[in-house]
């Protein structure tokens, strides 16, 4: 096998999914080419059909998936056509997938060494006590440390990035020529998703496979990948190499995904000058607002520039220990003060475990401090009761990240916005619904979706519903927590122009509470970086991007995929 | 696992305090009088009503009735029955009986019904599973007696298989039919626990993964399917216990066994309450000691909690 | 770069109009709006199990309140003579020991057997739903009096607590009557009944409490009771109706169960549990069998459909079946 003759080839692949009424159809009309040695990336959004595709490949597909029509070429051979016991021992051997969810694609009963030794039994590389070196061998490999107390441990005692190595361990046991990898780091922090990516490229180097890789994230594809295969709905649309692709998009979608992509996005100047443009508009209408305030003795709040002000919040967590009448101690968060200035966006960025959340609950005062306070326009909020702090309530609203949990799903969309109006006894029926109308225009979703329900709309568009809600009750301070992670990418710029189109109009202060750094630039003008519940740096954005000073933040900031890609309009 | 194992263990103190107080308070309290009852219809004997009465410790306080009804039941003293014979002794005597019909139907009802419901779970939604859950469905439907009359009647009276009642001689042979019987309300449910645990197990991500591993069909579906689906069966077990005991009441006293179940039986077709009082709160005893045992098990079985 | 020459991975742009653009994150404003009930129903109504048990639950309906609408024969009507006597026009089923009609006292054995069921479930769906979600939604000291109360009553089978009570019941009562019986078997399963449905609204009301609506819910203001009774109750009541469905037909054949041991309902009464119970001593002989019978698959059929609307309940409600 030379390097001229293709490992893997698909020809006019179509995947269909049966359901009660119809053929749904996942994959049209798909070509795709894999070279021996070749990193090849499929990108694209959710229900582009790119993990179809990959599982199609190895008969894997959940369901009532089936393919239709096409080929599957393989070292030269059909696996449409392959039997039932030759696809057995294909995978793993010939192919290995290495899946998307490390929580759940390990099995919690058995150990992992066992999990690893299967792969080598099953296809006679090796057995028993030969095995198991093997196994400790092979998670070695797999960049997991201390490789022989592990291997005799459960998932439940791993952490995610350990999980994923291990998957890859057993997705390279038995030396396949091509590995699948589905999105293999989404779910990891961004520091140990580059950990992992790189190991897998050493990986790659030495041992000599071929990797398709599926990914939601252009900028993490076009860095790893040299061939690139964009999908929108089930097609390919554009297909090339990655840095061409990159520089030069063709199709509509692809220019779409190139725009978006907040790894790329972040690098544009233009993205930083609208920031500016946003953040002027913003803090001019806002002192507009403080002047009101100020004046009249009714509304919450003295008028200041400072709208929230944190000092030293702490937040301890008692955890059951080892024994049960000895709780540990967390430290969540750790003497952590910041200021929000009226009009301006403060971005909280870490990796799981940070604190940042907790921040974010305790300056909503969903969650008391341990020690510290939070003050909301000089006025401290740790004290307040019953009808003051119904009137604090209305300045300071929420927006969460997963929009699957966020929206009552017994609630209509009417229901849901018109409650912050009808708990705090706002204007009669009438007035309400006119108010309702007016919010659902400012998200841009029009106005029958009053009548439907959560289940019926998109992630996205829930998300406009929940903006539309936070807005209710014209608050000042909207908290938004994660608010754009869980959405596509083209989704996820829409939300972010709009929330940013809301700040200029309104005069609204947000603290946007987020992992991805890259999203930051776009949206924050101060930054506050977390480790562990400690405040790392904090800078104001543009700052933090040419000149970090932290080693943390470089690292952080080297992590965001894709960022040392030279674009067009970039510096 | 020692949090989980001390927590559970601590649990069980109070729930047998509170259990045994229910049980007392359940028959002292009612309105009426508890001596006068025993007797039913018969004519009373007033001297006869003050002896029970001191028997029964009745002139005392009700906390102090209860502690001493708690003092009797921890060393195994429960009064006289009708008969005369301690109580006790003559529970003693039958226990032995009861837990060879118990354990036959639990092997019996566990067998088919891990069985039948891992093949239908696997096969959601053919024929096979179909007819199982119907089955199923039929067999809770019913209640308990009536099969062990159609039972007694079809294997033992028209087609002669069996013996149509056990008397004296509790060999294997003879309990089986009764066995079955006992079993087939906990083996319906068993079949649908464990028909609905493989389906879902079936659809999880880390099934996919075994398979793209390269394992063949039958090694997923033992080792990565069936041990997770059985855990939820075991736990199950734990709670079945308490129904089978209810069962054996029923079971052991058309089919005549000489258990515990059909002390309880004759017990409470001649009225006689202390006897019932005795005989349920050993059984009570008995499946606390057992639920603890099973959640214990439970505890060794899934990783997550012995290596928490 | 050599690479991009090779066959099968030339620059390729698919033409335009083979992949069509769309708006992103479009808005399908042409079907109807339909809520999470009005998808379950929808889906109900497609499933036979459903049907069929909709199908017999409405005739049930019917025979309870208008038996008389199948028959003329009082049930109590019983004529020593016709003892076991064969079917005959407008006796459908032939007579029982007594002398009784068969088919009436089938149809009108309905009631009791169902008063019990409807209403033990009543009371335990209600007790259970609040002890639950207090459990679940206060934690801390509400949670454990009401868990550890839960277990001490779940330690005691049911039947076994039924026996000890009705036991003494049917000793000192012997004349309880209609209402007196159900009440008595009533308080006896419910008694016992309702830790199994806290436990489950219990942990219902854990899962549901940590989704975002219920914080979003109380940034807005809502008290914690607002929320509990608004946010979380109808979000986390579903496992209940599931179970409840079902429980109601394992109560009404634990009825029959304590009917036979003598203790369940008075013999005064017309049942299907006593029915069956007074004819099981038939089965020793084999003969007249359907005198045992028919109130016996009446009962079947009853508890099979309760069972299988609990089903069909659980298909429809199915949170996986939920998001889009």
Redesign the interface.
């Known amino acids: 096998m030379n390097n001229q003759t293709p490992l893997l080839e698909i020809k006019d692949l179509n995947v269909a999914f049966s359901t009660e009424k119809a053929v749904i159809p996942a994959v049209r009309d798909a070509n795709l080419t894999v070279y021996p040695g070749q990193t090849v990336a499929i990108v694209g959004e959710s229900g582009s059909g790119k993990s179809t595709t990959a599982h199609a490949i190895i008969d894997l597909l959940p369901g009532t998936g089936k393919i239709t029509s096409g080929q599957i070429l393989f070292e030269g051979k059909d696996l449409i056509q392959a039997s039932k016991d030759e696809m057995v021992d294909l995978r793993g051997a010939s192919i290995g997938l290495v899946p998307q969810d490390p929580m759940s694609n390990l099995n919690p009963l058995w150990k992992i060494g066992f999990q690893i030794k299967e792969v080598l039994q099953a296809h006679d590389v090796c057995h028993g006590k030969e095995a198991d070196a093997r196994v400790v061998e092979l998670l070695q490999e797999a960049g997991l440390p201390d490789a022989e107390k592990r291997a005799k441990q459960y998932p439940h005692e791993f952490s995610g990035g350990m999980r994923q190595r291990a998957l890859i361990a057993i997705g390279l046991a038995a030396r396949p020529k091509l590995l699948i990898a589905d999105e293999p780091t989404s779910a990891l922090d961004v520091t140990v998703q580059k950990q992992i990516l790189d190991h897998m490229d050493h990986l790659t180097d030495s041992l000599g496979f071929a990797i398709l890789l599926i990914t939601h994230d252009l900028g993490l594809a076009s860095e790893r990948a040299d061939h690139l295969v964009v999908m929108y709905k089930g097609q390919i649309v554009e297909s090339g190499p990655a840095l061409e692709i990159l520089q030069d998009p063709q199709h509509p979608y692809t220019q779409r995904l190139v725009a978006s992509a907040p790894s790329l996005a972040s690098q544009r100047l233009s993205s930083v000058q609208a920031r500016a443009e946003v953040r002027e508009k913003a803090v001019q209408t806002a002192e507009e607002v403080a002047a009101e305030v100020a004046e009249s003795s009714e509304n919450f709040g003295k008028g200041t520039d400072t709208i929230v002000s944190a000092k030293n919040l702490t937040k301890v967590f008692k955890l059951p220990g080892d024994r049960p009448w000895s709780p540990t101690d967390f430290v969540a968060v750790d003497n952590v003060s910041f200021d929000l200035k009226r009009g301006t966006t403060m971005a909280i960025v870490g990796e799981s475990g940070s604190g940042k959340s907790t921040v974010a609950r305790m300056v909503l005062k969903l969650l008391d401090p341990t020690e510290g306070d939070v003050e909301f326009d000089g006025v401290d909020i740790s004290s307040l009761k019953r009808k003051d702090l119904l009137k604090f309530r209305r300045e300071m609203q929420p927006i969460f990240q997963n929009p699957y949990a966020s929206l009552d799903p017994t609630y209509s969309i009417y229901r849901s916005i018109v409650e912050p109006l009808a708990t705090h006894g706002i204007g009669n029926d009438d007035e309400r619904e006119a108010k309702v109308r007016d919010l659902l225009d400012k998200v841009s979703l029009p106005s029958s979706v009053m009548r439907r329900f959560p289940n019926e709309l998109s992630g996205g568009q829930r998300q406009r519903v929940a903006i539309a809600r936070a807005l209710a009750l014209d608050p000042a301070v909207v908290i938004c927590d994660e608010a754009v992670s869980a959405l596509d990418v083209l989704v996820q710029a829409q939300i972010l122009e709009l929330l940013n189109d809301l700040q200029a109009e309104l005069g609204l202060s947000y603290l946007f509470i987020t992992h991805d750094l890259a999203v930051v630039r776009q949206i924050a003008d101060n930054v506050l970086v977390m480790q562990d519940g400690k405040v790392v740096e904090a800078a104001a954005v543009t700052e933090v991007f040419t000149n970090p000073r932290e080693e943390y933040t470089r690292k952080l900031l080297d992590a965001i995929p894709g960022a040392s890609i030279p674009l067009a309009g970039t510096r | 696992m020692w949090w989980y194992v001390g927590k559970r263990l601590l649990q069980t103190i109070p729930v047998i305090l509170g259990a045994t107080l229910l049980i007392y308070a359940m028959v002292f309290l009612m309105p009426g009088d508890p001596i006068k009852a025993l007797f039913g219809d018969k004519p009373v004997n007033e001297t006869a009503v003050q002896q029970l009465r001191e028997q029964y410790n009745l002139n005392d306080p009700f906390l102090l009735q209860w502690l001493k009804f708690l003092q009797g039941a921890v060393t195994g003293d429960f009064g006289q029955s009708y008969t005369g014979r301690p109580v006790s002794e003559v529970v003693a005597n039958a226990f032995p009986v009861t837990i060879k019909l118990a354990v036959m139907a639990l092997i019996i009802e566990m067998l088919l019904g891990v069985t039948a419901g891992t093949i239908a779970g696997m096969r959601k939604g053919k024929l096979f599973d179909s007819t199982m859950l119907v089955t199923s469905l039929l067999v809770i439907a019913v209640p308990i007696f009536v099969f062990a009359f159609m039972a007694q009647l079809v294997f033992g009276v028209k087609l002669n298989w069996v013996s149509p009642t056990v008397g004296g001689d509790a060999s294997f042979q003879r309990l089986i039919l009764p066995a079955i019987v006992l079993g087939l309300v906990s083996f319906a449910y068993i079949l649908r626990l464990t028909r609905t645990s493989v389906a879902e197990n079936l659809a999880l991500d880390h099934v996919r993964t075994a398979r793209a591993k390269g394992l063949s069909d039958g090694r997923v579906t033992r080792v990565h399917v069936l041990r997770n689906s059985l855990i939820p069966v075991v736990t199950f077990l734990g709670a079945d216990l308490g129904g089978l005991m209810a069962g054996a009441v029923v079971t052991e006293g058309i089919f005549n066994i000489p258990g515990v179940g059909n002390l309880a039986f004759q017990a409470v077709q001649r009225g006689e309450t202390p006897t019932v009082v005795a005989v349920i709160t050993i059984l009570v005893l008995v499946y606390v000691a057992t639920s603890l045992i099973v959640d214990l098990i439970y505890a060794l079985l899934d990783p997550r909690i012995r290596y928490a | 770069?050599p690479?991009?020459t090779?066959?099968?991975?030339?620059?390729?742009?698919?033409p335009?109009e083979?992949?069509p653009?769309?708006e992103?994150?479009q808005?399908?404003?042409s079907?109807p709006?339909?809520?999470?009930?009005k998808?379950a129903w929808r889906q109900l109504r497609r499933n036979p199990m459903f049907i069929a048990s909709a199908i017999l639950l409405t005739f049930l309906v019917i025979v309870i309140a208008f038996p008389g609408f199948f028959t003329d024969e009082p049930p109590r009507k019983c004529v020593l003579a016709r003892s076991y006597g064969p079917a005959e026009s407008g006796h459908l089923f032939g007579f029982d020991r007594q002398g009784c009609d068969v088919f009436s006292r089938t149809l009108y054995g309905a009631r009791a057997s169902v008063a019990v069921g409807v209403i033990t479930t009543s009371l335990i769906v209600l007790i259970g739903t609040i002890a639950g979600a207090f459990a679940g939604f206060y934690g801390k000291l509400v949670d454990t009096v009401i868990s550890?109360?839960a277990?001490?009553?779940f330690?005691?089978?049911?039947?076994?607590?039924a026996?000890?009570?009705l036991?003494?019941?049917?000793?000192?009562?012997p004349d309880r009557g209609f209402w007196g019986g159900v009440s008595a078997v009533v308080g006896a399963l419910a008694l016992f009944g309702w830790p199994q449905i806290t436990r489950i609204m219990r942990g219902s009301v854990l899962e549901v409490k940590n989704?975002?609506?219920v914080?979003?819910?109380?940034?807005?203001?809502?008290t914690p009771r607002?929320n509990l009774f608004r946010?979380i109750i109808?979000?986390a009541i579903a496992p209940v109706i599931v179970t409840a469905t079902v429980s109601l037909?394992?109560i009404i054949?634990a009825e029959?169960?304590l009917s036979?041991?003598?203790?369940g309902l008075p013999k005064s009464v017309v049942s299907w549990?006593n029915d069956?119970?007074a004819a099981?001593i038939l089965?020793?002989s084999?003969d007249h069998i359907q005198v045992?019978l028919i109130p016996?698959v009446a009962?079947?059929?009853t508890?099979?459909s309760f069972?299988?609307l609990g089903d069909a309940v659980k298909d429809a409600l199915d949170p996986k079946a939920?998001?889009?």
Not at chain 3, 33 to 37: C, D, G, H, K
Not at chain 3, 155 to 161: R, S
Not at chain 3, 167 to 173: A, D, L
Not at chain 3, 260 to 263: A, K, P, Q, R, V
């Open positions: 770069m690479e991009n090779r066959p099968g991975q030339q620059r390729y742009v698919a335009l083979e992949t653009l769309q992103v994150d808005l399908d404003t079907a709006p339909t809520s999470l009930w998808d550890r109360t277990d001490i009553f330690a005691i089978p049911l039947l076994l607590a026996i000890v009570i036991q003494v019941v049917t000793n000192r009562f989704l975002e609506f914080d979003a819910a109380r940034a807005i203001g809502a607002r946010h109808p979000n037909g394992i054949v029959a169960t036979f041991l003598g203790i549990g069956i119970s099981t089965v020793r084999g045992m016996a009962l079947m059929l508890v099979l069972i299988l939920r998001k889009r």
